[in-house]
């Protein structure tokens, strides 16, 4: 080839792929210009045609001017499957799905990576099916156990949960599909939750609400959010000035729309004023909505602008030159081998070793000939259940199958079904109360079973009409004579493993002591017994750290012990102020059940010292906080670093320790490792309720380094100055 020629193909080259780059968006700039455009030849009518649902998960758009509809989609357990004007099955054959692991078990990997595949992968799925905005993630904080939603949610933490929802929000929008996060925010119970109107210091907002969301709009540049049901200091969040437009669109810039939670709009003039651009839900018919023709009547009466109006319609159109309108989404995909191995790796990487202290696990299967089977839960799947979103999942392997697959053609798997969870969130009291009676002759069954095998594996916890949106739980025991089915089989068969599926924390303490083998999993997407299975057998090497305390008893955690849940007359005061989770219990020194960060591997991590890379910082600057990690076992493991720091001397309240950095790592058999984590001088900020800033505060801070929050391994000094 001559000279000539191989610069005209350079050059050809250089020509199309900066044309491919161009097609692939919009700037800012043209984007806006559209907006322009667009907005100048729309009525007032079609305008407002936009901002209220006419169908379950759709708005309007406007045909004559080629803006399509608004579609989107639960979330966040997959896209969920397409429904008819009453939210029945819209009878659909292509509308099935990936199941992803529920959102505590996406915290319990503490792998951001694995957050953003998850989103991408739901991302895919999304554009896949035609959806503009996937209703996902979903992240408020854990305050009580009790929470219905618990299982949706991520964790206790709010630099756990900003740390996923970033990485998540980005997987998700890489495919031109906007996520939308939600709830916001302070949504914390179900009991009352269309009622109820939290009441917080503005440090708890601050420092332990609203951090994900901050950093979902500022670092994750979420388009799309939803406004919480409940109301915050006496407004309704869809309708609540200090939340939405000085908060969100004035700090925190957010460009993006803010949408109601289904039926969560309450007013017309208010929530068009202070926030709200769309109203969404199934209320019908639709033009009677607050934000159809009340809306159209409160302009025409000078009650809300015209501009206000133009400001929605361009936020929607905004998320549209990112969506469906954008220059050249993908085509998304559904149900493929790749997204199956992600929804595999984070269930895989979820599941947590709770106590190992005989050395069951990994199974010797070459030991053992048979093994029972034991529990409802080995049998039952999760992708529906309860009220509330889930997904017609295209497969998902239960825990049985798993085992089946994996081991079942050398040992001999006995089923007995030890319990059967009749129980549906709708059912009346008592017949729920009813469900939680031991099933004398399947217990029976059971202990038949494990006696006359070489080990049982029983499977409990929740479910998805146990645990479910709308409700919150109305304690931490274990349901469905749960208890008692382990009693029985373990005195039956003194090698019995407990598996333990939910998505909230329960009532271990009995299992803890007289059981040597717990193993936690999660409602764990379409992969889960597959994933299950190879952590049982030793394929994969347990490395999921529990995302939320476990308490001994209900009334050790914070909203208990200040009996201040669900709240008196519609309000809950956060009474325990920034102390919410683990930052409770290490400060007052209470004894967790499990603590938050907590979980085993079949392998050992020793830490050696820590060390900072300077002993002097100011604010703005970096930590550069490394040490060495040795892998002193015979397994190949991933371990999660843990970095909290303490400020002894402080002028205001602190916590005992706060998380601040955490990486997971793999390290192979007998290697050794260097671990260096990063902590923002910026992240030691408390928030000064006076001057109404984050205010570093210098002097001394520690910061502790381990493998859970009450498992600390290393420390190093530094001064703030
Ligand atoms: C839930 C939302 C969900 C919406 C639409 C509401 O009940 O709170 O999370 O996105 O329904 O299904």
Redesign the pocket.
């Known amino acids: 080839m001559n000279l000539t020629v191989k610069k005209l193909i350079l050059a050809t080259a250089v020509v199309f792929s900066a044309a491919s780059l161009f097609a692939q968006s919009f700037t800012e700039a043209q984007i806006s210009g559209k907006i322009k455009e667009k907005l100048a030849q729309m009525t007032l009518e079609e305008k407002i045609g936009m901002l209220h649902a006419n169908g379950?998960?759709t708005s309007a758009g406007v045909a004559r001017l080629g803006i399509p509809d608004l579609n989107s989609d639960?979330?966040p357990l997959g896209v969920?499957e397409d429904v008819k004007p009453n939210w029945a099955s819209a009878g659909l054959t292509t509308d099935s799905a990936t199941f992803f692991p529920n959102g505590s078990a996406l915290a319990a990997t503490w792998n951001p990576a694995l957050a953003n595949r998850f989103g991408i992968a739901m991302g895919e799925e999304a554009r896949a099916r035609k959806k503009d905005i996937m209703?996902a993630p979903?992240f408020n904080i854990t305050r009580t156990p009790l929470n219905g939603r618990t299982y949706?949610y991520y964790s206790e933490d709010p630099f756990l949960n900003a740390q996923l929802a970033v990485a998540t929000v980005k997987g998700i929008q890489s495919q031109n599909v906007a996520a939308?996060i939600?709830?916001y925010a302070v949504n914390n119970q179900e009991v009352d939750r269309n009622g109820v109107s939290v009441d917080l210091s503005e440090r708890a907002l601050r420092e332990i609400y609203l951090p994900a969301f901050k950093a979902a709009v500022e670092e994750g540049n979420a388009w799309v959010l939803?406004s919480a049901?409940n109301k915050v200091r006496g407004e309704y969040m869809s309708e609540n000035n200090y939340m939405l437009n000085t908060i969100l669109k004035g700090e925190w810039k957010f460009k993006g729309l803010v949408m109601s939670?289904?039926?969560?709009t309450h007013n017309t003039i208010n929530a068009a004023n202070y926030g709200l651009d769309i109203e969404?839900g199934s209320r019908q018919p639709y033009n009677t909505n607050y934000f159809a023709d009340p809306l159209l009547a409160a302009v025409k009466a000078g009650k809300v602008t015209e501009s206000t109006i133009d400001d929605k319609v361009s936020r929607i159109l905004w998320v549209m030159y990112h969506t469906s309108l954008s220059a050249n989404p993908p085509a998304g995909k559904l149900n493929t081998p790749e997204h199956s191995k992600t929804v595999y790796d984070v269930a895989s990487e979820a599941i947590v070793l709770l106590k190992n202290s005989a050395n069951m696990l990994p199974l010797n299967t070459s030991k053992y000939k048979s093994i029972a089977i034991i529990g409802d839960n080995a049998t039952q799947t999760f992708h529906l259940g309860g009220?509330?979103?889930g997904v017609k999942a295209k497969y998902e392997v239960t825990a049985l199958q798993g085992l089946k697959n994996h081991i079942g053609n050398k040992i001999d798997l006995k089923f007995a079904q030890g319990y059967k969870a009749d129980y549906k969130n709708n059912y009346p009291a008592a017949r729920k109360e009813a469900a939680n009676k031991p099933n004398a002759g399947l217990i029976q069954q059971a202990v038949d079973a494990a006696k006359s095998s070489d080990a049982a594996i029983v499977f409990i916890g929740g479910n998805r009409e146990y645990e479910t949106?709308?409700a919150d739980r109305k304690t931490l025991e274990l349901p469905f004579g749960e208890q008692e089915l382990v009693d029985a089989v373990t005195a039956a068969n003194p090698n019995t493993i407990v598996v333990v599926v939910g998505g909230a924390p329960y009532d271990l303490g009995k299992i803890k002591q007289n059981n040597n083998t717990i193993v936690w999993s999660w409602y764990n997407g379409s992969e889960n017994g597959n994933a299950l299975a190879d952590v049982l057998t030793g394929k994969i090497n347990p490395s999921g750290k529990m995302p939320f305390t476990f308490p001994v008893k209900l009334d050790d955690s914070p909203a208990h012990a200040l009996k201040t849940y669900p709240g008196e007359n519609h309000k809950a005061e956060y009474k325990e102020g920034i102390l919410v989770g683990y930052r409770w219990f290490d400060t007052k020194k209470i004894e967790p059940m499990y603590p938050f960060g907590y979980g085993l591997s079949y392998t050992n991590f020793k830490y050696a010292a820590l060390h900072a890379n300077k002993a002097i910082y100011k604010p703005g600057d970096k930590v550069i906080a490394t040490l060495k990690l040795k892998n002193t076992g015979k397994f190949t493991g991933k371990e999660v670093v843990q970095l909290y720091v303490t400020k002894q001397v402080s002028k205001v309240e602190r916590a005992d320790k706060e998380l601040k950095a955490f990486k997971k790592v793999a390290v192979p058999a007998g290697k050794e490792i260097t671990v260096t984590l990063n902590l923002n001088i910026n992240d030691l900020a408390y928030y000064d309720e006076a001057d109404k800033k984050w205010v570093v505060e210098p002097g001394k801070y520690k910061l502790l380094v381990g493998s859970s929050s009450r498992d600390i391994r290393g420390e190093a000094e530094i001064t703030v100055k």
Do not use: Q, V
């Open positions: 379950i998960f639960d979330g969920r209703l979903a949706e939308c939600k709830h939803m049901y939670d289904w039926g969560g969404m009220f509330g979103a949106e709308s």
